[in-house]
């Protein structure tokens, strides 16, 4: 009989749980409310509950639904705040801290993802000196679903811009918005929904896809697919120099010559994933000892360990951060000083990354690290791999599902997407995805002219000094055909990649360029020169193409004041040969002697094209394209 009474009390208490009143994770302290437009609140509760919000002197009743659902409508906020807000049902919850402003979702790959903290090496003051509390972020967590839409997020929080918590803001985004908001004080909200390495198929929902039956074809066979169990990363079985190579007192033996920055498999060492240790004695002059010192190592991949006179001075777990390890006074001495490092890679080319710095610095003096070093190999990754190939955050509509539906309800200002690498492999494909992500996302938000702003594809890779064909530029091309698509904007940043790192560290000026975009879309500012010349039409005079622009500004210029440069032209047979051109006005004149009658015309063509000049005067760069004249 006190078992039966037990499992009573339980029920009821279940049941008591149950009923309480639960909002979706987006709906908490410090939420960024959408100013100027109706706004859906909504919950859960137990069915037939009532629920009762009191927001700005005002009340809001609402009875749950037979489904637990229940929602309410709050006239439109201006700009303000902050403000709390009251709901009550079985239970009471008080929200604080409310700010109404503009709220975007901010999406894409790991550009998008790119924390400020991973670029603290070049934005080190803004970092510092962001007192922003107006500016705030929701970080959604990733999560993947193969089989059905969520109604709600697993976790976050909304997080001010200040110096402790803007360093897990994405970069681009928070350039965005302290852009935005220095001009207009109005507060501004992020929702960064984005992942890294994941293709725009992923970011689609299943009604979405539809016109693609090769891809719905792999979402109803993922619906059926049994999650496999995730796999670690395979590592070495030993590591030969643990616990005693970065020893002051170990006496090197066989170690080989070894130059950094580099990587090893570009130095002799062949195809091997694994751990090796590297080791150089430097000099330290008196005037460096006694104060804190700075050791920059660029980037490393994948993962390192440090070591300074035997002392652990830091370590890394991936690839992307920007190497800076803080020494304080008295690490260094006068005369040798020895620095190992044990560099871990799981795949790929180990090593340091080219074109970073490498120095250590201390009160006025620095030292340069390039050059020389010794290895050793202390451990060889033997294990095969036990994948099977499949991502599901890179299957169609897993991330849509788990991290963009449940924001759908949620009213924003508008979208900003950087991505695009993870499809240079389809840049054909990619024409059609990207117009079917946007009107996907305006459908599930209702409203058919939600701003969508995009980055273009930067410079990337080896540069190319003779005309070629590139994925990369086929991809920017695709983007560039999406401002076909109404209320769309695309910032090109053709100057702001670096040649060795598909992670650019120029993020401020993406941000900005952004920016430029929505003061002029969605701000009003109707004058303004929101991005640099797009081409428009091609006109054949002769065996010259006559190209004109928009968004020309103040003039076509050359940024370096020759004569434009990376233009391409072909006959029928489109082999492509560099052309001479020329600025006439708000028009380029393009010519090859050896084309007489040219057929096509492509402009900075290249994954990494070698200075692409043509800008507007506002300071601006054109976009890259590849037209066919007709």
Known sequence: M?????????????????????????????????????????????????????????????????????????????????????????NHITLRDILAGDVWICSGQSNMVHQMSLHSERYASDIANAMYPDIREFRVPV????????????????????????????????????????????????????????????????????????????????????????????????????????????????????????????????????????????????????????????????????????????????????????????VLKAGKNLIVIRVTNNTGKGGFV??????????????????????????????????????????????????????????????LWYQGESNTGNPGAYASLMPALISDWRSKWGKADLPFLFVQLPNFMEVQYQPSESNWAATRESQRKTLAVPNTGMAVTIDLGEWNDIHPDRKKEVGDRLALLARKMVYGEKQLVEAGPLVEKATIDGNKIILSFSNTGSGL????????????????????????????????VVWSDAVASPKYVRYAWADNPDNPNLYNREGLPASPFGIEIH
């Open 354 to 415: 080219p074109d970073k710095p490498y120095y250590l610095s201390a009160g006025r003096d620095t030292l340069d690290l390039k050059g020389t070093w010794q290895y050793k190999v202390g451990g060889v990754n033997t294990a095969p791999s036990t994948g099977n190939g499949f991502s599901a955050q890179n299957s169609p509509t897993a991330l849509y599902n788990a991290m963009l539906a449940p924001a759908t309800t949620y009213a924003v200002r508008g979208i």
């Open 143 to 330: 999560m993947t679903d193969l089989k059905t839409a969520h109604e709600d997020l697993e976790g976050g929080y909304w997080k001010a811009a200040t110096p402790q918590d803007v360093q897990g803001f994405s970069a681009v985004a928070y350039f965005f918005a302290r852009n935005i908001y220095q001009l207009y004080h109005i507060p501004i909200g992020l929702i960064n929904a984005s992942v890294g390495g994941t293709p725009v198929e992923a970011w689609i929902s299943e009604e979405g896809l539809q016109a693609f039956p090769y891809v719905t074809d792999i979402v109803q066979k993922n619906k059926n697919r049994i999650p496999p169990v995730r796999q670690q990363p395979s590592s070495p079985t030993a590591d030969a120099g643990m616990g005693k190579w970065y020893d002051t007192a170990y006496v090197p033996v066989h170690w080989r010559p070894i130059n950094i920055p580099g990587y090893w498999e570009d130095q002799g060492i062949r195809d091997l994933d694994g751990i090796v240790w590297y080791r150089r004695e430097i000099e330290v002059p008196a005037a460096m000892t006694g104060v804190p010192a700075v050791l920059r190592l660029g980037r490393i991949v994948d993962a390192d360990e440090v070591y300074v006179n035997g002392q652990k001075a830091g370590n890394t777990t991936y690839m992307y951060p920007q190497r800076r390890y803080m020494l304080s006074a008295g």
């Open 2 to 90: 006190t078992r039966k009474i037990f499992y009573l009390a339980l029920t009821l208490l279940s049941t008591k749980v149950d009923a309480q009143v639960r909002l979706p994770r987006l709906v908490r302290d410090s939420m960024i409310l959408q100013r100027d437009m109706p706004l859906k609140l909504w919950g859960w509760a137990s069915p037939g509950e009532r629920v009762r919000i009191r927001f700005q002197g005002k009340q809001f009743k609402a009875t749950t639904a037979a489904n637990g659902k229940w929602s309410v409508q709050i006239p439109a906020l201006k700009a303000g705040g902050p403000y709390t807000m009251d709901i009550e049902g079985n």
């Open 557 to 588: 210029i050359t940024s370096d004041g020759g004569e434009p440069a990376q233009f391409a032209v072909a006959g029928a047979d489109k082999k492509f040969v560099w052309a001479k051109a020329k600025i006439e006005g708000n028009t380029v």
